[in-house]
């Protein structure tokens, strides 16, 4: 079992493996999938429960803005992986869909 430290380092590099691939023009979302696991593996071992999709407010795309706010058992969300957002159509580098979502713990006692 990866150290929290390893896992933070594979999530790096998955991510910046992904954004190398994107700005190339190449299939990126595995890479990022496997960052975004690579969180959601460390936030379950931290004890989390649920996790939310946080997107970046008024900038992000209609994809990630439907996903955002959404909560999910932490279980579900490694099953499911909503995050990245295949269909995201936020510019970067006048590429289109490069997904900035995040997951962010939901602790059980706040409701917004
Ligand atoms: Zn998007
Ligand atoms: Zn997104």
């Not at 430290?5 to 999938?33: I, N, V, W, Y």
């Not at 690579?38 to 970046?56: I, Q």
């Not at 499911?80 to 995201?88: I, K, Q, R, S």
Request: charged share 30%; with cysteine; glycine share 8%.
């Amino acid at each position: 079992m990866l150290t929290g430290m390893r896992r933070h380092d594979r999530k790096m590099a998955a991510f910046e493996s992904a954004l190398r691939a994107f700005r190339a023009g190449l299939p990126h979302l595995g890479e990022l999938r496997v960052s975004a696991r690579a969180e959601l593996d460390d936030l379950r071992e931290k004890g989390v429960e649920r996790v939310k999709a946080l997107a970046c407010g008024g900038s992000s795309c209609p994809a990630c803005l439907a996903v955002a706010g959404q909560v999910f058992d932490v279980e579900t969300a490694i099953r499911a992986m909503p995050l990245p957002v295949a269909g995201c159509t936020h510019v970067l580098d006048r590429r289109i869909g490069w997904c900035r979502c995040e997951w962010v713990a939901q602790l059980n006692d706040y409701e917004e």
